[in-house]
C-alpha cells in the first residue's frame, strides 16, 4: 500500500470511528454527515470522497472479504458442497481478523439495539450476496438457483457466528471468536447434511 492509499485508509478510519462515537452518543437520529464531517476536521465534501451517507459511514460494507470470495480460485465442474466449503475457509480466513479490529465490535454491539442499522447491515450482506452469486454464474461454476443459495447460505454463516458472538462477548462469556464461526459452520454443514466428506 503506497503513501496515499494509507491516507486514505487512515482517512476512512477516522471517519468510521467518528460516525461511531456520535452515534453512541447521540443516536442514529441525531448524527449527521455534519457532525461527523467536523469530528475527524474535514468538510462535507471530503466526507462523500469516502462514503455515500451516514449509514455506510457507521456500517461499512464488507469490501475485502466480497473480493476475496469472488476472487477465489474454483475449478469448473467442482461440486455445490465443495464450493460451498471452500467460500467458507475464505470466511474463516477473514472472521477472526475482522473481530480483532475494534470498530466491527462496536458497530455489531450497534446493530444488535438499534433496529436500523440491523436492517442497514442486512443490506450491506445482500450486496456480499448478489456479488457473489453473480461471479458464480459468470464463471459458469453454478446455475442462478444454485449460485444464489449458495451465496446466501454464506452470509448466512457469517451473520449468524458474528451475532452469537457479539451476544456472547455482552454477556461476558470470553470465548475465542474463530470458535463461533467454526460451531456455525459446523451447524450449517449438519443441517445440510454437507459434513467434511460430503459431495
Given at each position: 500500500?503506497?503513501?496515499?492509499?494509507?491516507?486514505?485508509?487512515?482517512?476512512?478510519?477516522?471517519?468510521?470511528?467518528?460516525?461511531?462515537d456520535?452515534?453512541e452518543?447521540?443516536?442514529?437520529?441525531?448524527t449527521?454527515?455534519?457532525?461527523?464531517?467536523?469530528?475527524?476536521?474535514?468538510?462535507d465534501?471530503?466526507?462523500?470522497?469516502?462514503?455515500?451517507?451516514?449509514?455506510?459511514?457507521?456500517?461499512?460494507?464488507?469490501?475485502?472479504?466480497?473480493?476475496?470470495l469472488?476472487?477465489?480460485?474454483?475449478a469448473?465442474?467442482t461440486?455445490?458442497?465443495?464450493?460451498?466449503?471452500?467460500?467458507?475457509?475464505?470466511?474463516r480466513?477473514?472472521?477472526?481478523?475482522?473481530?480483532?479490529?475494534?470498530e466491527?465490535?462496536?458497530?455489531?454491539?450497534?446493530?444488535?439495539?438499534?433496529?436500523?442499522?440491523?436492517?442497514?447491515?442486512?443490506?450491506?450482506?445482500?450486496?456480499?450476496?448478489?456479488?457473489?452469486?453473480?461471479?458464480?454464474?459468470?464463471?459458469?461454476?453454478?446455475?442462478?438457483?444454485?449460485?444464489?443459495?449458495?451465496?446466501?447460505?454464506?452470509?448466512?454463516?457469517?451473520?449468524?457466528?458474528?451475532?452469537?458472538?457479539?451476544?456472547?462477548?455482552?454477556?461476558?462469556?470470553?470465548?475465542?471468536p474463530?470458535?463461533?464461526f467454526?460451531?456455525a459452520?459446523?451447524e450449517?454443514?449438519?443441517?445440510?447434511?454437507?459434513?467434511?466428506?460430503?459431495s
Amino acid at each position: 500500500m503506497g503513501i496515499r492509499d494509507q491516507r486514505k485508509a487512515e482517512t476512512s478510519r477516522k471517519i468510521q470511528a467518528a460516525a461511531l462515537d456520535i452515534v453512541e452518543e447521540l443516536g442514529l437520529e441525531a448524527t449527521t454527515v455534519s457532525r461527523i464531517a467536523q469530528q475527524v476536521g474535514i468538510s462535507d465534501r471530503t466526507f462523500f470522497r469516502y462514503f455515500d451517507s451516514k449509514e455506510s459511514a457507521i456500517v461499512p460494507g464488507q469490501g475485502e472479504l466480497v473480493t476475496a470470495l469472488v476472487e477465489l480460485e474454483i475449478a469448473k465442474g467442482t461440486t455445490a458442497s465443495s464450493i460451498f466449503q471452500s467460500l467458507l475457509q475464505v470466511c474463516r480466513e477473514h472472521f477472526s481478523a475482522e473481530i480483532e479490529q475494534h470498530e466491527f465490535r462496536r458497530v455489531t454491539r450497534l446493530m444488535l439495539t438499534d433496529p436500523k442499522l440491523l436492517l442497514i447491515a442486512t443490506r450491506r450482506e445482500q450486496e456480499l450476496v448478489v456479488e457473489l452469486s453473480q461471479s458464480l454464474i459468470a464463471r459458469g461454476l453454478a446455475s442462478p438457483m444454485q449460485a444464489l443459495l449458495i451465496s446466501e447460505m454464506v452470509a448466512s454463516t457469517w451473520r449468524v457466528a458474528w451475532q452469537c458472538f457479539t451476544q456472547a462477548e455482552k454477556a461476558g462469556t470470553t470465548a475465542a471468536p474463530s470458535e463461533f464461526f467454526e460451531q456455525a459452520v459446523a451447524e450449517m454443514l449438519q443441517i445440510f447434511d454437507m459434513g467434511p466428506s460430503g459431495s
